[in-house]
């Protein structure tokens, strides 16, 4: 067999995967499923076949995301393959449509886009276009199943947006996924103090406010910060090696 470094192998060249990929199909019927490994191990390809070849009554819909810089972009994305999936089946995403509209975004080529408006819209987007997936797809349709590579990458552009307090948003993320999952502000502030030259209390309010406001974080009716979504914890926990 010849060598392939770097490059995608060909889908009928792949051997030795076909009882994973049998148990991921089984698996997904009921809940998620994320792999994790080295890179180069085969974790694309795996995807790329189960692209190529879906189990009955599956629509699999592949997604890189390394170029993804946003939580806006995210959203975006799987608006856009929802909205997608759904016209091929003469359905549309009327819910998503509505909130589009309500919020004055513009309509390009039967899509929409983000409002200009101040504020971050991305989660009321995500939550709608599924909500239209769930509600428009009738039982006895195929199913949408979300093939997304290159997570890690998406989460790795963090530091990028939060600049200087890249370092602080790191600590933050690493204590809540591996700690028990909710944390104060008064504890959050204390480990930053332990483990950084981090010592301003009201930046660190801005801070937490600016990640629930992104929803990276989510805050509980005592004050309480945890990740906004669990999969995304289990992924940074994951990825960070915690």
């Not at 004055?104 to 408006?117: N, R």
């Amino acid at each position: 067999m010849k060598a392939n470094p770097g490059g995608q192998i060909d889908i009928k060249a792949v051997v030795g995967r076909d009882p994973l990929i049998r148990q991921i199909w089984e698996t997904v019927v009921q809940q998620s499923v994320v792999m994790t490994a080295e890179r180069r191990i085969g974790k694309t390809t795996i995807i790329k076949k189960m692209l190529a070849e879906p189990d009955a009554g599956w629509t699999p819909v592949f997604r890189d995301f390394e170029s993804c810089h946003s939580a806006a972009e995210f959203a975006m994305a799987v608006y856009k393959e929802i909205h997608q999936f759904l016209s091929h089946k003469g359905k549309a995403t009327r819910r998503a449509k509505e909130w589009f509209t309500a919020m004055g975004g513009a309509e390009i080529g039967g899509l929409f886009k983000l409002p200009e408006t101040k504020g971050n819209h991305w989660k009321d987007i995500l939550t709608r276009a599924v909500e239209d997936l769930i509600h428009e797809n009738d039982d006895s349709g195929a199913k949408l199943l979300f093939l997304w590579d290159e997570v890690p990458f998406m989460l790795a552009n963090i530091p990028i947006y939060y600049g200087q307090d890249q370092k602080a948003v790191l600590l933050l993320l690493d204590e809540l996924a591996s700690g028990e999952g909710l944390a104060s502000v008064k504890e959050l502030f204390e480990m930053l103090k332990s483990s950084s030259t981090f010592d301003d209390r009201e930046r660190l309010l801005r801070l937490l406010s600016l990640m629930e406001r992104d929803h990276y974080l989510h805050r509980d009716s005592e004050g309480r910060f945890n990740f906004c979504f669990p999969l995304i914890r289990r992924w940074w926990k994951i990825n960070r090696g915690l």
